[in-house]
Structure formats: structure tokens, C-alpha cells
């Protein structure tokens, strides 16, 4: 799409790889709802040590990757996440895992180079603070755990979830029809009904769900003149050229250029949450922008963006999704939570694995600000296989045969070399 000086800045929402918009918010997923209300004075930080500032370029970095492989592995025109919802979710059930599927699950997650005490300290800090940052600005996030009836699970990982996740625990009979109502409707009560069913069914093996809902609605600083907003063309990914709302404000703005694209970010609120909107240069794809971001390019962005006066011109839009991302999480490493040999012994002393890791979502943007939700449901059951014991026979053995019911060896040997044949 050409850009010319009296479309200086639109953004590509109409594509599968477009829609880079919603996943790329400063911080994913939030809420707002003072729109009569005068803008209140700049946000404060939140003071964060600089071990914690780490974690959440990490944790970027874990957004561009989930985004970049949800849009691989879905056929979906838009795709629209909550990278922060998944990991929290992911979070909690970390703290469940053992050995190699732990070390998957921190590698997916960009985890590196802090403790598991540090690890619960970010996502406490972030479910704690978050929230409060802009009085004018609504942001629930929320976690709970669910058991089947009956399943011991261990008291350790649920004490630690409830300290630092803040997760509702609660016991159901999940044979019940009503089961699945209870977990959904606890889901829509966090979302202003955005996110009413998440969870489909309640397999026979499922034993553990753990869920992360995140509702933002924010009402942007510099607000769109509904008057100004006009039918326009919109290129979609295909090439097709479609009519959309488009919103037009003139302004000042946070803005850079680079290679790859143009940088826009408009502030929500008090400032303490902005969307950041990328949108690619002429002959570069929303792709060619994703694979060159990362945690510290991020950081380096943002820091090159300068206040500049900008005439915006952006589609209303709005979308919902649902996905599966089993596949995703597979392709960026987590293979082995998911398969019968996966380790959550510290969840319970059983065999169990990760299901599926089911995710809704839903974002709506008008002149007056965005009104986002996300539910992220990873479903733990029991694996059919044990851990197998490792038996390798690459060194001398002996070996024997017997008849079982006497016991009597008729055979007996000790193998030190082997010809091959």
C-alpha cells in the first residue's frame, strides 16, 4: 500500500499477518472506561527492579514469538492474542513442572537467568500493580485453578499460585453438566461477558484447568471525531480492495520511521498504557517487520520514537478469535508438556500433561478508545504411558534363559564383544 502525504499513516488490520495492531499493545489487553472525565496527570512508574525490567523484555520477546506462530499456524484472516494472558497462564502451570519439561516451558518462555522465587515475584508484581496503574483505566486480570473431585494435588503448588498469581481454587465435580458452566461462567464475570465460552468440554482424563482472563477497555488521550470518520479503501492481504470506516485525527504523537515501517503509538488514559500500531513500508510485509523484532529491538524502538505532529488515518475495527495453540507452543519448543512423558510432578504424584491450551479473545476499536479481553485455559489430564526407564544395552551383559514357572536357567551368558552379522 502506497503512503502519500494525505495518507500518511493507515494500518493493515484486513490480513491474518495484519492484524499486528492488537498484539502489539505496550501491554497487551487493557481497560478504560472515564470517557467524561477529564485526562488525568501522567502515569507514574511502575517501580520495577532492574532483574524484573529483564523478565519483561523476555516476556516480549515471548509475544513476538507467540504471534509469529499463531499466524503460521492458523488460517484465520485476523489474529488477535494476549501474549501476557499465556504466559500467565503458562506461569502458573511452570510451577508445576519438573526436568526437561520445565526447562521446555522456560526456553518457550524466554526464561532465562532467574530463579523460580524471581520468576513468581514478576508475575505477582504484575497482577498486583498493573491493575492500579491508571485510575481512569479498567484492567482486570485474573487467575484461577480448578480440580476434579477428589484429585490430591499437591498443597505446594497450589499455595504458590494463590500467593503469587492470586488464583481462585476451587474443587468441581467435573463429571457435572454444569462443570463447564461454572469454569466459563467464572471466565465471563472477569471479561464484561466478552470471553463467554472458552472451555468446550470436559474430557474424561482432565484433572486440572488452570485459567488467566485479562479485560481492558481505554479511552485514548487524543480522542477520534466520530464527524471526521469517512468510508475509505482498505488493501487486504489478499490484494482485494474493501470499504472500512476509517478514523481521521490530527495531532501530536510519539512517532519514528525505519527500513521496515512506520511507528505510531497513541496513549490511553493517563498515559500508562498506549497501542503502539506498526505499519510496514512499501514493499515490506507485516512479516518482514515480526521476524526482525525481538526483546531488545523492541526496547530500542520505542526509545527512538519522537513527539511529532501526525495525521492518522485508522480503520474501526474489531475481531474475536479463538484458538487452539497446542501447535504453536509445539513449533516454539514446548513439545514435551504436551506428550505422556511430560514431568508435572509437583502438581501431583500422578502422570499428567498438558491437553490443550485453549485461548479466546476479542478486540474492539472505536474513535473513543479500545475495549479488549483474552481467557487463556490450559487443560492438565492424565497421561496413558509411563516414564519409561532407560535401558541401553551399548556395554558387556549377561543374559540367560530360563523356564519361568520352575525358575530353572537352561541358558546363561555374558556377551563382552559382538560381532555384527
Not at 40 to 45: C, G, I, N, T
Not at 162 to 173: G, P, R, T, V
Not at 203 to 220: C, E, Q, S
Request: charged share 20%; with cysteine; glycine share 4%.
Amino acid at each position: 500500500m502506497k503512503i502519500t502525504s494525505r495518507k500518511l499513516f493507515r494500518l493493515q488490520t484486513g490480513s491474518s499477518k495484519g492484524i499486528l495492531v492488537a498484539s502489539l499493545l505496550t501491554i497487551l489487553i487493557l481497560t478504560v472506561n472515564c470517557a467524561d472525565e477529564p485526562i488525568p496527570a501522567d502515569a507514574q512508574a511502575i517501580p520495577l527492579r532492574a532483574a524484573l525490567l529483564k523478565r519483561v523484555q523476555q516476556d516480549n520477546a515471548f509475544a513476538f514469538d507467540l504471534i509469529r506462530n499463531t499466524i503460521l499456524t492458523t488460517n484465520e484472516a485476523n489474529v488477535f492474542v494476549s501474549p501476557f494472558s499465556v504466559s500467565t497462564a503458562l506461569g502458573m502451570t511452570r510451577n508445576g513442572a519438573m526436568g526437561t519439561t520445565k526447562t521446555e516451558m522456560d526456553s518457550v518462555l524466554r526464561i532465562k537467568g532467574f530463579s523460580d522465587d524471581e520468576i513468581n515475584e514478576y508475575y505477582r508484581v504484575m497482577v498486583s500493580t498493573l491493575p492500579g496503574i491508571d485510575p481512569t483505566t479498567k484492567l482486570i486480570l485474573a487467575n484461577s485453578i480448578w480440580l476434579r473431585m477428589g484429585f490430591n494435588v499437591k498443597p505446594n503448588f497450589l499455595r504458590l499460585n494463590a500467593d503469587n498469581f492470586d488464583a481462585y481454587i476451587k474443587s468441581l465435580d467435573f463429571s457435572k453438566s454444569w462443570a463447564v458452566d461454572s469454569i466459563n461462567n467464572w471466565c465471563a464475570s472477569k471479561t464484561n461477558n466478552l470471553i463467554q465460552k472458552p472451555l468446550d468440554q470436559i474430557p474424561t482424563d482432565a484433572m486440572v484447568y488452570l485459567v488467566n482472563t485479562i479485560y481492558f477497555k481505554g479511552i485514548w488521550c487524543k480522542q477520534f471525531d466520530p464527524k471526521s470518520t469517512k468510508e475509505d479503501d482498505f488493501t487486504t492481504d489478499a490484494g482485494n480492495i474493501v470499504k472500512v470506516n476509517m478514523m481521521r485525527l490530527k495531532d501530536t504523537f510519539n512517532y519514528s520511521i525505519d527500513s521496515n515501517a512506520q511507528y505510531l503509538d497513541m496513549p490511553y488514559g493517563n498515559k500508562a498504557f498506549s497501542m503502539t500500531v506498526i505499519l510496514p513500508n512499501e514493499g515490506k510485509s507485516v512479516f518482514n517487520v515480526l521476524n526482525a523484532l525481538s526483546g531488545e529491538s523492541w526496547n530500542a524502538l520505542l526509545s527512538g520514537m519522537h513527539m511529532q505532529e501526525v495525521q492518522v488515518y485508522f480503520p474501526r475495527f474489531k475481531a474475536q478469535n479463538k484458538f487452539s495453540l497446542k501447535e504453536a507452543l509445539e513449533n516454539m519448543g514446548m513439545k514435551l508438556a504436551f506428550s505422556p512423558y511430560a514431568n508435572f510432578r509437583q502438581i501431583a504424584d500422578t502422570n499428567l500433561c498438558i491437553n490443550r491450551v485453549l485461548h479466546d479473545t476479542y478486540v474492539e476499536v472505536t474513535e473513543k478508545g479500545t475495549v479488549a479481553a483474552a481467557a487463556t485455559v490450559v487443560e492438565i489430564g492424565l497421561t496413558s504411558i509411563a516414564m519409561p526407564a532407560i535401558f541401553n544395552v551399548n556395554k558387556p551383559f549377561l543374559f540367560m534363559i530360563r523356564e519361568k514357572s520352575t525358575g530353572v536357567i537352561l541358558f546363561i551368558g555374558k556377551m563382552g564383544a559382538i560381532d555384527k552379522f
